[in-house]
């Protein structure tokens, strides 16, 4: 379960980029983080994923307040989650391969199941047949592509995206989507932050509506 | 796992040198000049202190005995000289070849020598002292010492010499120090720098593998096996130089310095200053990189 109560967040003074944002997303919910440009949806899974602080207020996952986990513990966080960044942070120097399997070569898994992992996570994204090209050789969507197969690769406990179809075609949109629901059907927990409002209502089950840092609304499919 | 970790940061590293090879060829020219200066220094000042060695292999000291002595008190006066730590060798000189060598080396006063009644040279010891000894106090507390023993009259030696050995031995402690400090220092600046702004370019990887779950030690080892390779091969490479300079060098000097040639000479490393340079190297190599990914681990 993700809990945020009261999160304020300021780059720059005098705007917030959040402001007293409170909320609950139970463990196996699939929702949609949504709201225009600007509305705070990457600094909310930022914060989520602690890669950001928030300037006020507090966060506990599955109990846990993870604005008090030290530095050198906040692995064992990530190692649950899987996330999908807005620019994909890629390694250009490493093959599509080695991008996605970074995140078992961490946990040092044995390269047999390692291979069978990263081929599924692709052929899943369909970019199997690009397993040994570079990023810097693939377009924008495929690296996109790339981004989704190295955050499912781990089958994570939470999964986190930032506009994770904002480049794809809407046929390969749905696939990606369909992709993040077999994983929510596993049990991870997926927060999606969206703001394409065709998939929302395809696939949102929960959504939190944002507006200039606040809440203004949100929405639970029965 | 573990291994099959570390096996993974071992290739990662080898990758990374690899990938970034260009890079990394400037990081490694950079800490190979650095203690290329170093080395240049080193065999500088290994020429100086041969140079003030060569110079106390000349100094020899001369204990002037009483005709009178007998062999017991002799020997008593040698065994005080040799327990002295200076003494690199003692030679009995008696009062016949004394007169004798005078002769040989002044045949012009022959006619004075003949006409002599009795030998009026005394017999004496001829000290030298062992090549690593430069220091005035500890030479004139020996002849003091030894000049207090009953027996020995007078004592001769070329304090000029040892007076200008000393000085010389200061300036190149002085400036070893000075130098070397400012050297090193100055290395250990530009190296651990250059392996920052290595890092710094490499920033976003050490994001994203915090970002997917990596440990610090886990993002640090590539890192540091980086470093302390750039570091070794710079080492290496400087030396390398510096071998080809020592050879080369002379080559150019003798002809434009003259006289000044010995002086300006360089002197080959010894194996402990080769050591001390490639472990320094690494060493730094490996704490510039460590402590440079430190700054990038905080996301």
Not at chain 2, 82 to 88: D, F, G, K, P, R
Request: glycine residues 6%.
């Amino acid at each position: 379960m993700i809990e945020l109560y009261h999160i304020w967040k300021q780059y720059q003074k005098p705007h917030w980029a959040l402001s007293d944002v409170s909320l609950e997303i139970n463990s196996g919910d699939f929702c949609f983080i949504t709201g225009p440009s600007g509305s705070g949806k990457t600094t909310l899974l930022k914060i989520i994923f602690r890669e950001i602080f928030p300037t006020e207020g507090q966060i506990l996952i599955d109990g846990v307040n993870i604005l008090k986990i030290p530095d050198h513990k906040i692995y064992r966080l990530r190692r649950s989650m899987g996330i999908v960044f807005q620019d994909f942070r890629l390694l250009f120097h490493k093959s599509v391969f080695d991008n996605v399997a970074l995140p078992l070569q961490i946990l040092g898994w044995p390269y047999k199941e390692i291979r069978r992992r990263v081929f599924n996570a692709l052929r899943q994204v369909n970019l199997h047949h690009k397993m040994w090209d570079f990023p810097q050789r693939l377009s924008y969507g495929e690296q996109q592509r790339v981004a989704i197969a190295r955050a499912v690769v781990n089958s994570p406990k939470i999964l986190l995206a930032d506009e994770p179809t904002g480049n794809l075609d809407p046929e390969l949109a749905f696939e990606i989507m369909t992709i993040f629901k077999e994983i929510n059907k596993m049990g991870a927990t997926v927060i999606i932050g969206s703001h394409d409002r065709e998939l929302i209502r395809h696939f949102g089950d929960k959504i939190f509506f944002l507006q200039k840092g606040k809440i203004i609304g949100k929405e639970t499919k029965p | 796992m573990i291994f099959r970790q570390l096996s993974y940061l071992f290739r990662a590293a080898a990758t990374n040198l690899w990938n970034f090879r260009g890079r990394n060829f400037i990081s490694v020219l950079i800490i190979s000049f650095s203690f290329l200066i170093i080395g240049l220094f080193l065999a500088l000042s290994n020429n100086l202190t041969y140079l003030g060695q060569q110079l106390s292999n000349n100094l020899a000291i001369s204990f002037f005995l009483d005709k009178n002595l007998n062999s017991e008190e002799l020997e008593n006066i040698k065994t005080q000289i040799l327990a002295s730590a200076l003494v690199e060798t003692i030679n009995f000189i008696p009062a016949e070849e004394a007169f004798r060598r005078f002769a040989a080396n002044f045949p012009e006063l022959k006619e004075i020598l003949d006409n002599l009644k009795s030998n009026p040279f005394p017999p004496a010891y001829e000290v030298r002292l062992k090549k690593n000894v430069t220091s005035l106090l500890a030479i004139t507390t020996f002849i003091e010492n030894i000049k207090r023993l009953k027996g020995v009259i007078d004592v001769q030696f070329n304090q000029e010499w040892v007076e200008k050995m000393e000085s010389l031995s200061r300036i190149v402690k002085a400036i070893g120090f000075f130098l070397g400090g400012i050297l090193i220092l100055a290395a250990f600046f530009i190296i651990s720098n250059v392996v920052r702004l290595n890092v710094f370019a490499r920033k976003n990887e050490i994001e994203i593998l915090r970002l997917v779950g990596a440990t610090n030690t886990f993002i640090r080892i590539p890192f540091l096996l980086e470093g302390s390779v750039l570091g070794l091969l710079g080492s290496l490479i400087s030396m390398a130089i510096l071998f080809l300079l020592i050879k080369i060098f002379p080559v150019y000097v003798g002809s434009t310095l003259g006289a000044a040639r010995e002086l300006f000479a360089l002197r080959p490393l010894t194996s402990e200053q080769l050591i001390w340079l490639i472990i320094g190297g690494t060493i730094t190599g490996t704490l510039g990189s460590v402590t440079s990914v430190s700054r990038f681990l905080r996301v």
